[in-house]
């Protein structure tokens, strides 16, 4: 399997442009996740899904970001309006739901966005 | 108070000695609990899962949990310049939901 497939690995954008992110999770998997990563706040979980429904989107930060999963095999994060302060590497991570493996992430290279 | 709070390093240990990471988190309900390592520019990767107040051993790594005190902790033997990386402590506090600490930096030097 080639695992967890993001793209794109670097995205470049200036304030107020309309970003998507774009994950392809090991196929099997029925979670998915996305994390956002920063030197400030560490590895911080967005969203995740189960089957392709969200669980919990608590902790996106506010109404420009947006996330969905229209199928098992593909997932995006997008954030419209972006703002500088959005700069972060964003990591997809699937998951398969064993009792011994559950809460075992396989993450994506990430994506490093950078909002100018 | 943050979920899960580590140490941010960096924590520099000479090749061969013992390398001790450590890790308190908050929610007393949490249920298991996990050490991801990150190399530089890298995705995390998962090196230990513990479910239970003791020690869980897997080669040169031991993870030792004690749930009274909200502890967490990563012990890596005959530490290597290929152990220095950032370790991450993640707490599972309900469902499916891994909720990580920002993190300590280990150096090894040779």
């Known amino acids: 399997d080639a695992g967890v497939i993001q793209s794109p690995r670097h995205e470049v954008t200036e304030m107020g442009q309309e970003v998507t992110l774009r994950c392809k999770p090991i196929s099997g998997h029925d979670y998915l996740f996305w994390y956002r990563q920063t030197m400030m706040r560490g590895l911080e979980l967005l969203i995740y899904?189960?089957?392709?429904?969200?669980?919990?989107d608590s902790g996106m930060p506010e109404d420009r970001f947006s996330a969905k999963m229209p199928n098992a095999s593909f997932s995006t994060l997008k954030i419209q309006p972006s703002e500088p302060r959005d700069s972060a590497v964003y990591f997809c991570?699937?998951?398969?739901?064993?009792?011994?493996?559950?809460?075992?992430?396989?993450f994506g290279s990430g994506t490093q966005l950078s909002v100018l | 108070q943050k979920e899960v709070e580590q140490n941010s390093g960096p924590l520099s240990v000479p090749e061969g000695a013992i390398a001790s990471l450590n890790c308190t988190y908050s929610?007393?309900?949490?249920?298991?609990f996990f050490w991801y390592r990150q190399y530089s520019g890298k995705s995390p990767e998962l090196i230990m899962s513990?479910?239970?107040?003791g020690d869980q051993e897997d080669g040169r790594f031991t993870a030792q949990l004690n749930k009274a005190s909200q502890y967490v902790s990563l012990l890596i033997r005959d530490s290597q310049p290929s152990d220095s990386a950032t370790y991450l402590c993640?707490?599972?506090?309900?469902?499916?939901?891994?909720?990580f600490g920002a993190g300590t930096i280990l150096r090894v030097k040779s």
């Open positions: 991570a699937s998951s398969l739901f064993t009792l011994r493996h559950k809460e075992k992430l396989f």
């Open positions: 513990i479910y239970s107040n």
């Open positions: 899904f189960n089957n392709n429904v969200p669980i919990d």
């Open positions: 993640a707490v599972n506090r309900y469902g499916n939901k891994l909720v």
């Open positions: 929610d007393r309900g949490s249920q298991s």
